[in-house]
């Protein structure tokens, strides 16, 4: 079944298999994995359709990652039964997280991301024993394994290959995959951090979630100029010279794995996105 084809009364076939059955349905996101929020009576659910093309040990390692944190007391969303699959698509159901995410932060916002981050990180080095998601590789060894056949298609793509080797040469200068390393969010944006007042009540969006770089997951919070979020971070954890010092070549990293997963799976390649990859690229700043 192609997946902008998802009817409503197939969503309701789908939630019947957990004997849910829905007073309305309603979409969250449509791109990637795909979410609708589900009234029933008074309780609300998130279905989650997974993109194809994600692995059943992808999948388990994400969930698995989601139950370890509910367990510890984490306000996260963990799968309420197993997952299903239908038509060779493959749903999880969650429970609906209240709050609302801080879109416009105060610098003071940004600093408690980071305290938040480095508490996170803090359970999520526990769980090294999970060793990394199928189909995932640390941001230190991106630039390192791509085919170069692929960057070919178009000037944008082409501009991303530019900033291959320059990360690749920036990273090993300065030993980066003797950094220290832990399970990692992969997005801890704004949006994906939901209050209720000032308390947290969600950390959401754990789709990309794997073994990384802990400076990784730093930079990619930071998103390449908020340092606030950094300063955070070291309100509650030490990171070193090093680390704090490439921390815009590991998100140029990031990016450049995004972009390399558009460019090898897609056979349409999307150049808005791309041309997002290289805005981001390009005007990443230093650590100050």
């Given at each position: 079944?192609?997946?902008?084809?998802?009817?409503?009364?197939?969503?309701q076939?789908?939630?019947?298999?957990?004997?849910i059955v829905?007073?309305?349905?309603?979409?969250?996101?449509?791109?990637?994995?795909?979410?609708?929020?589900?009234?029933?009576?008074?309780?609300?659910?998130?279905?989650?359709m997974?993109?194809?093309?994600?692995?059943?040990?992808?999948?388990?390692?994400?969930?698995?990652?989601?139950?370890?944190?509910?367990?510890?007391?984490?306000?996260?969303?963990?799968?309420?039964?197993?997952?299903?699959?239908?038509?060779?698509?493959?749903?999880a159901?969650f429970?609906?997280?209240?709050?609302?995410?801080?879109?416009?932060?105060?610098?003071?916002?940004?600093?408690?991301?980071?305290r938040?981050?480095?508490?996170?990180?803090?359970?999520?080095?526990?769980?090294?024993?999970?060793?990394?998601?199928?189909?995932w590789?640390r941001?230190?060894?991106?630039?390192?394994?791509?085919?170069?056949?692929?960057?070919?298609?178009?000037?944008?793509?082409?501009?991303?290959?530019?900033?291959?080797?320059?990360?690749r040469?920036?990273?090993?200068?300065?030993?980066?995959s003797?950094?220290?390393?832990?399970?990692?969010?992969?997005?801890?944006?704004?949006?994906?951090?939901?209050?209720?007042?000032?308390?947290?009540?969600?950390?959401?969006?754990?789709?990309?979630?794997?073994?990384d770089?802990?400076a990784?997951?730093?930079?990619?919070a930071?998103?390449?100029?908020?340092d606030?979020v950094?300063?955070?971070y070291?309100?509650v954890?030490?990171?070193?010279?090093?680390?704090?010092?490439?921390?815009?070549?590991?998100?140029?990293?990031?990016?450049?794995?995004?972009?390399?997963?558009?460019?090898?799976?897609?056979?349409?390649?999307?150049?808005s996105?791309?041309q997002?990859?290289?805005?981001?690229?390009?005007?990443?700043?230093?650590?100050?």
């Amino acid at each position: 079944m192609p997946d902008d084809q998802i009817s409503h009364n197939f969503l309701q076939h789908v939630l019947k298999l957990w004997n849910i059955v829905p007073d309305d349905i309603s979409p969250i996101s449509v791109s990637g994995n795909r979410h609708w929020r589900v009234q029933c009576l008074t309780d609300a659910f998130v279905l989650r359709m997974y993109r194809r093309g994600q692995s059943n040990s992808s999948i388990r390692y994400e969930l698995d990652i989601l139950n370890r944190l509910h367990g510890r007391g984490w306000p996260v969303a963990a799968a309420l039964d197993q997952t299903v699959e239908q038509s060779g698509l493959v749903f999880a159901l969650f429970p609906f997280l209240p709050g609302r995410s801080n879109k416009e932060e105060t610098p003071e916002q940004k600093r408690c991301r980071g305290r938040i981050l480095a508490g996170l990180h803090g359970e999520l080095k526990t769980f090294l024993e999970l060793g990394q998601r199928t189909g995932w590789e640390r941001a230190d060894e991106v630039a390192g394994t791509c085919e170069v056949d692929i960057l070919h298609a178009g000037d944008t793509a082409r501009t991303i290959a530019s900033h291959l080797d320059r990360v690749r040469r920036r990273l090993d200068a300065v030993h980066a995959s003797s950094f220290p390393k832990t399970v990692i969010h992969g997005d801890f944006i704004a949006q994906n951090l939901l209050f209720q007042g000032e308390k947290l009540s969600g950390v959401i969006d754990f789709d990309a979630v794997h073994l990384d770089l802990r400076a990784a997951d730093v930079a990619c919070a930071r998103r390449g100029c908020h340092d606030d979020v950094v300063r955070g971070y070291l309100d509650v954890a030490p990171l070193t010279d090093s680390e704090l010092g490439c921390l815009d070549n590991l998100w140029r990293a990031s990016v450049l794995r995004y972009a390399l997963s558009i460019l090898r799976s897609r056979v349409t390649v999307h150049d808005s996105e791309l041309q997002w990859c290289a805005r981001q690229l390009e005007k990443t700043i230093p650590f100050d």
